[in-house]
C-alpha cells in the first residue's frame, strides 16, 4: 500500500517508520529541505529511529523522504501530521492545517483516504480539513481522525504498543483506517465518531495539564506549610487505588500538555461553554516560572542580583532534545530579568538559538537541576560541594533538596 505522511517532525516521522516497517510503500514529505536532507542521509532527531533503520528502509525503496509534493500522488492513505501551535495571543494555529489540506487538493488526483493525526479540537477534520479539501478538489476522498500519541523518549511505550484511537466520517473510512493502523499498531480502538477520537486526544493531555497545576499550586501550600510536597505526593502514591500521581514541576513543555488545553478550551468557549478549570491550570503552570524564582530569593534569603547561576538540563524532558515550549527557557528569563547571571549546561541540546551549553561550572552560587538527563555528569557539582536544588519532576532522588 502507498502511504504519505505530511510532516516528518516527531509524529510524522515516527508514523512513516512505523508504516515502513510494516511493509508499506512510505513518501514522508516536509518542507524543510535540511530536514528532509539529513533523513536521506539516515540521520534524525526523534527519539525510537535510528541511522541504519533509515537507510534500511530508503534502500528496500520503503520510505522516501522528500521535498517533492508530487510524490503524493496516487497515494492510497495520506496521513496529515503537522504542528498545531499556539498564536502568540494564545489561540489555536492551524495554519499548517490548511496548507496541508491545500497541497492535497491540488496534488492528489485520484480518491485516498485522509487521515488526520494532527492534535486539534473536536470537529477539524469534518469541518476544516474536509471542507478545505472539497473547496478546491472534485476528487471523492474518505476521511478519519488518528489522533498521535507520540511520546519521545519514552522508552516503554511506542507506536507500536500504545493503543490507538480512531474514527472516520463514514463507515468506509473508518475500517480502512483501523486496518492501516493494525499493521503497525498492537491495539487500535474505533469510536463513534471523528469528534470523539479528536476530543479524547486533548482530554488526556488537559487531565495532565490539570493535575500538575493541582500539584504545583501544592507545592506551594506545602512550601509555606514547611514540609515536602515532592514526599508527600510519593506518600499519597502508596495508596493502591483512587490516586494518581502528579509531581511539581517548573513549567510544562513539549507539544501536547501546554497546547491541548487550549485547543479544548478554545473550541468550548466558541460554544458558550466557559470552560474554566482548563484556563485556571494554563495560567497556573504559565506563571511557575516567576513563582519558583520568588521562591529561590525567600530560601535564600537575598535579592538573585549578580549571582551565578547555572541550570543542568533545559528541554522539556528528560533525555530528549526537544526544546518546544520549554519551560526552562521561561525561568533562565526570569532569572535574568532579577539580575542572575545564568548559564546552563545540556549535552543533548548544545545550542539554542544563540546560546551554547557550557561545562557544569564549581564557580556557583546555586546549580539547578532541571532536566536530569542520564547524559549529564554531575561529578563536577558533587566534588566540589555545589550548591544545589532538584527542580525537576518526579519522585527520583539525586541526592539534592527536591526544593518543589
Same mark, same amino acid.
Given at each position: ?116 493525526? &494532527?492534535?486539534? %479540537?473536536?470537529? *477539524?477534520? +469534518?469541518? #476544516? ?5 472539497? /473547496?478546491? !478538489? $472534485? ?60 476530543? &479524547?486526544?486533548? %482530554?488526556?493531555? *488537559?487531565? +495532565?495539564? #490539570? ?5 504545583? /499550586?501544592? !507545592? $506551594? ?70 513563582? #519558583? ?112
Amino acid at each position: 500500500m502507498k502511504v504519505s505522511v505530511i510532516g516528518q517532525g516527531y509524529v510524522g516521522l515516527t508514523v512513516a517508520i512505523g508504516a515502513a516497517m510494516a511493509g508499506h510503500r512510505v513518501v514522508g514529505l516536509d518542507v524543510n529541505s535540511t530536514l528532509i536532507g539529513d533523513l536521506v542521509a539516515g540521520q534524525s532527531y526523534v527519539p525510537g529511529t535510528n541511522k541504519n533503520q533509515i537507510l534500511s528502509l530508503i534502500e528496500k525503496e520503503l520510505y522516501t523522504p522528500t521535498i517533492d509534493s508530487n510524490q503524493i500522488n496516487d497515494s492510497e492513505i495520506i496521513v496529515i501530521a503537522v504542528p498545531t501551535p499556539l498564536t502568540e495571543e494564545k489561540k489555536p494555529d492551524l495554519s499548517y492545517i490548511h496548507n496541508a489540506s491545500e497541497l492535497i487538493a491540488t496534488t492528489v488526483k485520484k480518491s485516498a483516504l485522509i487521515i488526520n493525526e &494532527s492534535t486539534s %479540537f473536536p470537529g *477539524t477534520l +469534518r469541518k #476544516i480539513i474536509k471542507i478545505s479539501i472539497e /473547496e478546491k !478538489s $472534485e476528487v471523492k476522498f474518505l476521511y478519519a481522525a488518528a489522533p498521535e500519541r507520540v511520546d519521545p523518549g519514552n522508552h516503554d511505550w511506542s507506536i507500536k504498543n500504545t493503543p490507538r484511537v480512531i474514527s472516520g466520517l463514514t463507515e468506509e473510512a473508518t475500517n480502512l483506517a483501523y486496518k492501516f493502523y493494525s499493521t503497525f499498531c498492537s491495539s487500535v480502538h474505533k469510536v463513534s465518531s471523528p469528534e470523539v477520537a479528536e476530543a &479524547s486526544k486533548l %482530554f488526556e493531555n *488537559t487531565f +495532565r495539564q #490539570i493535575n500538575i497545576a493541582l500539584a504545583n /499550586e501544592f !507545592s $506551594e501550600i506545602s512550601n509555606v506549610l514547611g514540609f515536602s510536597a515532592n514526599e508527600a505526593i510519593t506518600a499519597a502514591s502508596t495508596k493502591p487505588f483512587g490516586f494518581m500521581p502528579f509531581y511539581p514541576s517548573i513549567g510544562v513543555g513539549g507539544h501536547c500538555i501546554p497546547v491541548d488545553p487550549t485547543y479544548l478550551s478554545f473550541i468550548s468557549e466558541s460554544y458558550g461553554v466557559n470552560a474554566k478549570f482548563i484556563e485556571l491550570a494554563n495560567v497556573t503552570n504559565r506563571l511557575m516560572h516567576k513563582k #519558583i524564582a520568588f521562591r529561590l530569593e525567600n530560601y535564600l534569603g537575598k535579592s538573585l542580583k549578580k549571582l551565578n547561576i547555572q541550570l543542568a538540563g533545559i528541554s522539556y524532558k528528560p533525555d530528549v532534545s526537544d526544546m518546544r515550549e520549554s519551560p526552562a527557557l521561561d525561568l533562565i528569563s526570569e532569572l535574568r530579568s532579577l539580575g542572575a547571571n545564568v548559564s546552563w549546561h545540556d549535552p543533548l541540546v548544545l545550542k539554542y538559538k544563540n546560546e551554547v551549553s557550557v561545562p557544569l561550572s564549581s564557580n556557583l552560587d546555586l546549580g539547578l537541576v532541571i532536566s536530569p538527563h542520564q547524559a549529564i555528569d554531575f561529578t563536577p557539582w558533587r566534588n566540589s560541594g555545589t550548591h544545589v536544588l532538584d527542580l525537576s519532576s518526579g519522585p527520583k532522588q539525586l541526592g539534592w533538596y527536591k526544593f518543589l
